[in-house]
């Protein structure tokens, strides 16, 4: 049998769980500030074309649907991204799982743990 030493592996999840949390909250800072420059500079370039043409509302709805186009792609991005990580997180703590019990069971027990857990297999 292997010795259970639960203590180590939360350790190494609360860390991996700490990291996920500060890249996450990096991607959403370095984002929004990229973001925010983005929509700067369009509206100093619309301004500097409106002073130029007088064309306001022709010039405003394109200005309106490309920062309506950059916030959407920004938010639709990162929930994307925070929710891939989330999944992440809990495939590796189930694999984790996985792994301490397959150890724990062994090879011998195996098959009839397999059976009682997923049902009898068919075999080809």
């Not at 186009?69 to 989330?86: C, D, L």
């Amino acid at each position: 049998m292997v010795p259970d030493e639960p203590s180590t592996l939360d350790t190494m999840m609360r860390a991996d769980d700490l990291t996920a949390a500060q890249a996450d909250a990096a991607r959403w800072r370095y984002g929004f500030f990229v973001v925010l420059t983005g929509i700067v500079v369009i509206l100093v370039a619309f301004g500097a074309a409106v002073f130029a043409t007088k064309e306001f509302a022709t010039m405003f709805a394109g200005v309106c649907g490309v920062i309506g186009t950059i916030i959407g792609a920004y938010f639709g991005i990162q929930a994307g991204q925070s929710g891939k990580a989330r999944i992440e997180v809990e495939l590796h703590r189930a694999h984790e799982l996985a792994v301490r019990l397959a150890a724990h069971v062994g090879p011998a027990h195996a098959p009839k743990v397999i059976d009682e857990v997923f049902g009898r297999r068919r075999r080809p």
